[in-house]
């Protein structure tokens, strides 16, 4: 089946150190998501992206679907930047398959 | 615009028992999406439901079903609860079958004693 694999599955830094997170998937993607799930478990659009590059802010995205992988960038990062990140991607299946997540902690 | 809303935020059964969960879609989509995520897990795809009928569901039983109402919200309805059946349901809605970008709500944690 498709996976959606995401490293590294822990990340600990302090406050104002910049990160990359990367999703491999296995499969050609129609669309990729990236997702903050907050304390209290909901999932926050970061980025819509299913090729090339985009940013908000201190974050940014990359994607490159011929070689089926994304990544995320957080640069400054904050103590509100903690979290889980997901990768979810659509198949042509019509659904998102979510990765196994990075959880982030920034400590201050 | 209103945001994906969902109801009720906290719930405890016990096994055997029925839950139902409710979902307001986002202004202007019309397509729901319902995803459990086990603790420590990424979310699964349950179902979809687009103009009341339901498109594609993912591997759960059919002792999991849904509706989705003529005004786009929608309902996860979970028979013989099980212990494996506590987690966060998350709804999203899109626009279009397409999948498109979704939006998710806050979820509703189910705790299943």
């Known amino acids: 089946g498709i996976q959606v694999e995401q490293s590294p599955p822990d990340l600990i830094l302090q406050e104002g150190a910049n990160s990359t997170l990367r999703c491999n998937f296995s499969d050609s993607v129609n669309n990729l998501q990236w997702f903050h799930q907050n304390p209290w478990g909901q999932l926050i659009n970061l980025f819509y992206i299913p090729s090339g590059t985009k940013q908000n802010g201190r974050l940014s995205a990359t994607t490159v679907a011929t070689e089926r992988y994304s990544l995320l960038y957080i640069s400054s990062s904050q103590t509100t930047d903690s979290g889980v990140y997901f990768c979810?991607?659509?198949?042509?299946?019509?659904?998102?398959?979510f990765g196994t997540g990075t959880r982030l902690t920034i400590i201050p | 615009e209103t945001g994906v809303t969902q109801s009720p935020t906290h719930l405890i059964k016990t096994r055997g028992q029925q839950v139902t969960l409710r979902c307001s879609s986002q202004s202007g989509h019309n397509t729901v999406s319902w995803y459990q995520q086990a603790l420590g897990q990424g979310p699964q795809f349950i179902f979809q439901?687009?103009?009341?009928?339901?498109?594609g569901r993912g591997n759960f039983p059919p002792r999991f079903s849904g509706l989705q109402f003529p005004n786009y919200s929608s309902e996860l309805n979970v028979n013989a609860l099980e212990l494996d059946d506590s987690a966060l349901y998350l709804c999203a809605s899109s626009t279009g079958l397409n999948t498109g970008e979704l939006f998710f709500g806050e979820g509703s944690r189910l705790t299943v004693l």
């Open positions: 979810a991607g659509d198949f042509g299946n019509e659904k998102l398959t």
């Open positions: 439901y687009y103009r009341e009928e339901e498109n």
